[in-house]
Every structure is written in structure tokens, then in C-alpha cells.
């Protein structure tokens, strides 16, 4: 079992900027993927970055491509997500995601508990 805290979130304008953290409980942390989703009011839970178990490889939602940036630090179990130039867009329940593969959809074994992220106009 794989516990994953998210922190971070918050009130922004737009045009700023936010870093989500998440904290994973379960070593070897390097053996999973991580992903972020994100799930708006009155929509589905949609996908928003992912990274696989080494770092080498990155994948991004074309919404958040140059703007977003995901990394991780396996030595500290945490997978982090930088947000810039954010819009009001943006607003959502972020999510962290751990699995066995790297992938854009849902099919992910583990889930935080989600963290606001609120950006004003």
C-alpha cells in the first residue's frame, strides 16, 4: 500500500504561480510512476502530468504544456508539480497518482486525497 499526501494548494490570481508537493509513504518510491489529474466542479477528473520512475521521461496535458512542470526526488519519496502563468482555468482539485506504468489515463493504483487549487481573475 502506497499513501500519498498532497499539499500546496491554494488561492492565486492568475498570472501566478504555485508548486504542489506529494509526499509518498512506500519505498521503494522509484519503482512507480506519478501522475497529477486535476477535477474541476461538474467535471471529470482529467490528466494533467506524468513522469516516469527515472525522471528521463515526461508527459504533459497540451492545457498546461509550458506552463506546468513535473519532477520528482526519489531520495525524498516526493514528486512535485510547478505551476506558472496559471488561469483562472486552472481551478480544480489536484491530485497525485502513483502506478506501475506510465500512462496519461486513470489507470493508477494509488490516489491522494486532493488538494484546491483556486485561481482568481
Known amino acids: 500500500q502506497v499513501q500519498l499526501v498532497e499539499s500546496g494548494g491554494g488561492l492565486v490570481q492568475a498570472g501566478g504561480s504555485l508548486t504542489l508537493s506529494c509526499a509518498a509513504s512506500r519505498r521503494p518510491f522509484s519503482n512507480y510512476a506519478m501522475g497529477w489529474f486535476r477535477q474541476a466542479p461538474g467535471k471529470e477528473r482529467e490528466f494533467v502530468a506524468a513522469?516516469?520512475?527515472?525522471?528521463?521521461?515526461?508527459y504533459y496535458a497540451d492545457s498546461v504544456k509550458g506552463r506546468f512542470t513535473i519532477s520528482r526526488d526519489n531520495a525524498k519519496n516526493t514528486v512535485a508539480l510547478q505551476m506558472n502563468s496559471l488561469k483562472p482555468e486552472d481551478t480544480a482539485v489536484y491530485y497525485c497518482?502513483?502506478?506501475?506504468?506510465?500512462?496519461?489515463?486513470?489507470?493508477?493504483?494509488?490516489w491522494g486525497q486532493g488538494t484546491q487549487v483556486t485561481v482568481s481573475s
Open positions: 497518482a502513483a502506478g506501475p506504468g506510465f500512462t496519461t489515463d486513470l489507470r493508477y493504483d494509488y
Open positions: 513522469i516516469s520512475w527515472s525522471g528521463v521521461r515526461r
